[in-house]
């Protein structure tokens, strides 16, 4: 059946069949009949497939690694990375949320609000030169292991985020496993954070995870200025 | 500073730009006292490889003097001192394993979206080679600076010439690695594809860990008299069939190990290279690959394809099925200059290997287009360009 529709698709191989002669006009016609075969095949095999496992079962991947990642009514971003550090020494330095702004590249400052809470605030680069304040508290802490925090009502966008520390198989260090999930609000601001995240979903957590890495492995954040003021 | 800066394919201008600073606590800036035209600056020069912006300083393979350095650098000023062309960070996975060039905290964090999305994964930093590798400065310059100078740069004691230890910065360790990787075995033939600054350390690097013979390629006269002063046979294949001649010359076996010192840009005449000339010149990021398609062919069963020469995009027509039907082996990858500099500097001290036989030309830095000009153009007899800074101007 579907013989025929390669035959008249491989035009060029056609033409080469006629130029290398008897001995490969068997090679072609083999050939063709298999690949023939072979994609009835799978056309089959996904057809069946489908009906199948209409409700697959899960995988073992995040689930932010999903082709579908929202969760309700969240996007989730996140990366892990493997920083050769022990764990503890991680997460002491994340812990200290005032010195996040110094790998986190949009974050301009976080200051505690209420320390004896746990709460603090991030001064975020916004757009137009204004600045985004996200209010957030520390919603679980288990040192080494885990940091979470979530938005108080009072911050201007809903998120909450968590990074967990685990040490990596083979004596290569922590991996370290940072998940942002947000809600995105309505109006302009809603637009401009949409726009922000879902251009190139997870850009900046992975690229703040990176300068996490090259400050706790190297001492020094990598760049290619050749000035200070350029950097 | 004066610098060599790119502009645009095939124009090159040396112009004075703002000297460099101490920026991060682990660098060193360098007075560099001599800095060669690499080969593989020539893709940069040609426009082939993306990410280069008008106004990057070119160049990495340099030599120099210490003048400054950051709070944590291990060199002191006034040392002599070769910079390798991979910035590797000593720390990282990678960089513990001695593949240096694949350290993963070298190329700042923004630079490494874009290899990641070309290639799977960010690639390390290197100097003067595009933003895909970090965008960094490069040694054709007054002066560099140098991060993670407590890492890269080798010192040189005194007694050395800068042409006698300059090429520890790239070629001359990726010769080395380029036969290390064709895991050479007594008794051997090895076939190189290029005689380039490359592929001649590669032929020397060779016959030094016991190939019987090395058989070198090119078409230019002058190169092929290099590659046989330093103990190569050679084909000059306008005049021969390659593949014929190198299962004629390893008495119908073929080459043990193969190299392919050439990359992306081959010449050539062959259909293939016409074809790929057509999709590099309309910019779908094809590399040429007609070397590396005749090596492959040429390789004889169960033996080993080594490529120093650049890529830096997708093949068309890659003999999969060779490789896979002769159960070949292939090692490729910048190379871990690091991992070579201290023994390579022995041998060189020893006097094991030549390191000045094939500089052609020393101009002053202010001649560097000219230099780059005729490298490309007349590379019968400009085999090798080394700019000295500091030289007078005579033109």
């Known amino acids: ?231 | 500073m004066r610098a060599l800066t790119w502009q645009g394919k095939h124009d090159v201008r040396v112009d004075t730009v703002p000297d460099p600073e101490i920026v991060n606590p682990r660098d060193a800036i360098i007075e560099v006292t001599s800095t060669a035209i690499c080969g593989s600056d020539l893709h940069l020069y040609d426009g082939v490889i993306p990410g280069v912006l008008a106004g990057d300083i070119l160049g990495h393979e340099f030599m120099g003097r210490v003048v400054e350095t950051g709070s944590k650098s291990t060199l002191k000023k006034d040392q002599r001192v070769v910079v390798p062309f991979t910035i590797s960070c000593g720390s990282c996975f990678h960089c513990k394993k001695t593949q240096y060039s694949a350290c993963d905290n070298s190329n700042p964090a923004d630079k490494q979206d874009l290899t990641e999305k070309q290639f799977g994964h960010a690639v390390g930093g290197l100097f003067g080679y595009s933003h895909l590798t970090g965008g960094y400065p490069g040694g054709q310059a007054e002066y560099v600076r140098v991060p993670f100078s407590d890492v890269g740069p080798i010192v040189i004691p005194e007694g050395f010439d800068d042409d006698d230890v300059l090429f520890l910065s790239d070629i001359l360790p990726t010769g080395w690695m380029a036969a290390e990787n064709a895991d050479i075995e007594e008794g051997d033939t090895v076939a190189v594809w290029g005689c380039g600054p490359v592929g001649l350390f590669a032929v020397q690097s060779a016959l030094k860990m016991g190939a019987a013979q090395v058989i070198a390629i090119d078409h230019y006269p002058n190169r092929l008299n290099l590659a046989r002063q330093m103990g190569a046979k050679v084909i000059d294949y306008t005049q021969t069939h390659v593949l014929e001649a190198l299962m004629e010359m390893s008495g119908g076996h073929g080459p043990d190990a193969v190299i392919d010192a050439v990359g992306m840009e081959s010449h050539g005449f062959a259909p293939d290279t016409m074809m790929d000339n057509v999709k590099q010149a309309v910019g779908v990021g094809a590399d040429g690959g007609h070397v590396l398609r005749e090596a492959i062919m040429a390789c004889r069963k169960g033996g080993r394809v080594s490529v120093p020469g650049v890529y830096g995009g997708f093949l068309d027509k890659f003999p999969l099925g060779a490789m896979m039907e002769k159960g070949l082996q292939i090692r490729t990858g910048q190379t871990h200059v690091q991992r070579y500099t201290k023994e390579l500097l022995h041998r060189i001290a020893e006097g094991e290997i030549d390191t000045r036989f094939m500089i052609s030309h020393r101009l002053p830095l202010e001649q560097a287009a000219k230099g780059y000009h005729n490298f490309r153009f007349e590379q019968n007899d400009w085999t090798k360009v080394v700019l000295k800074p500091g030289m007078q101007d005579a033109a």
């Open chain 1, 1 to 231: 059946m579907t013989y025929h529709s390669y035959d008249h698709r491989t035009g060029a191989e056609g033409a080469r069949d006629a130029l290398t002669e008897r001995q490969s006009s068997l090679f072609w016609g083999l050939g063709i009949g298999a690949l023939a075969g072979a994609s009835a095949y799978a056309l089959y095999a996904a057809r069946r497939d489908r009906d199948r496992l209409s409700h697959r079962p899960a995988d073992s991947a995040p689930g932010r690694s999903a082709k579908q990642a929202r969760f309700g009514d969240y996007a989730v971003v996140g990366r892990t990375v493997t920083i050769d550090r022990p764990r503890d020494e991680l997460y002491r330095h994340w812990r200290d949320f005032t010195k996040l702004s110094e790998f986190m590249e949009n974050v301009k400052a976080v200051e505690p609000i209420d320390a004896a809470k746990d709460q603090f605030r991030w001064m975020i680069a916004g757009p137009a030169g204004t600045d985004l304040r996200v209010e957030t508290e520390v919603v679980s802490d288990k040192p080494g292991e885990e940091i979470a925090w979530r938005a108080l009502d009072s911050s201007q966008i809903d998120t909450e985020g968590k990074v967990s520390f685990r040490d990596a198989p083979g004596n290569r260090g922590t991996e370290v496993e940072a998940i942002i999930a947000y809600n995105p609000p309505a109006g302009e601001l809603g637009r401009w954070i949409a726009k922000l995240f879902q251009a190139e979903p997870a850009l900046q957590g992975r690229r703040d995870l990176k300068r996490f890495k090259m400050l706790m492995e190297t001492g020094e954040i990598a760049t290619s200025a050749n000035r200070k003021s350029d950097k």
